[in-house]
T-cell receptor, first 114, second 116 residues
Framework: AQRVTQPEKLLSVFKGAPVELKCNYS??????LFWYVQYSRQRLQLLLR??SRESIKGFTADLNKGETSFHLKKPFAQEEDSAMYYC????????????????FGKGTKLSVKP | GAVVSQHPSWVICKSGTSVKIECRSL??????MFWYRQFPKQSLMLMAT?????????EQGVEKDKFLINHASLTLSTLTVTSAHPEDSSFYIC????????????FGPGTRLTVL
């Protein structure tokens, strides 16, 4: 079954501390993995995707197929990083085929304290 | 990225009435739109996938006769909650997807439905 697991509901760190939000997935195939973020009173927005291999706002995430994980990391957390973070997966995009449905984890609330 | 709007942002209705929620893609033509439901402090659950000009594809457990989806144009999809009950109270969110190889979705701000 397709599933995304985020084991932590809440993660609280101090400003400047490293942060890692965990995400594990279950998928029979090669999924596409995403991290979405929702800041207070704002809509859900894409933070990063595994195929881009880029760093956004200092965050990185590496897809580990052996461990079926896609953990989100940032070496030095900032107060403005406080938000709800959702890990999501989609089946591989077949050009003109797959509809790209997203399966979301339950989310982790990150709180960065001053 | 694409801009998606939803209307209304919140609605309160009496039990038994029907409520229509609109989702608009403002700056590009969206052949596919997704409707999600989010309960308090829970994740987004995909309800259905809406394709322009064809019937929506509903996820297992979602009543298609209760949650009517219409995607009559490339910029508008509507979700109608029919004969609403208090248990239908939730946050409803739509999203659109760029065409081609991109799986990124762009989300609307959501609609808070409260059924009394």
């Amino acid at each position: 079954a397709q599933r995304v697991t985020q084991p932590e509901k809440l993660l609280s760190v101090f400003k400047g501390a490293p942060v890692e939000l965990k995400c594990n997935y279950s998928y029979s195939g090669s999924p596409e993995l995403f991290w979405y973020v929702q800041y207070s009173r704002q809509r859900l927005q894409l933070l990063l995707r595994h195929i881009s291999r880029e760093s956004i706002k200092g965050f990185t995430a590496d897809l580990n197929k052996g461990e079926t994980s896609f953990h989100l990391k940032k070496p030095f957390a900032q107060e403005e990083d406080s938000a709800m973070y959702y890990c999501a997966l989609s089946g591989p995009m077949n050009y003109g085929g797959s509809q790209g449905n997203l399966i979301f984890g339950k989310g982790t609330k990150l709180s960065v304290k001053p | 990225g694409a801009v998606v709007s939803q209307h209304p942002s919140w609605v309160i209705c009496k039990s038994g009435t029907s409520v229509k929620i609109e989702c608009r893609s403002l700056d590009f033509q969206a052949t596919t739109m997704f409707w999600y439901r989010q309960f308090p402090k829970q994740s987004l659950m995909l309800m259905a996938t809406s394709n322009e000009g064809s019937k929506a594809t509903y996820e297992q457990g979602v009543e298609k006769d209760k949650f009517l989806i219409n995607h009559a144009s490339l910029t508008l999809s509507t979700l109608t909650v029919t004969s609403a009950h208090p248990e239908d109270s939730s946050f409803y969110i739509c999203s659109t997807k760029q065409g081609g190889d991109y799986n990124e979705q762009f989300f609307g701000p959501g609609t808070r439905l409260t059924v009394l």
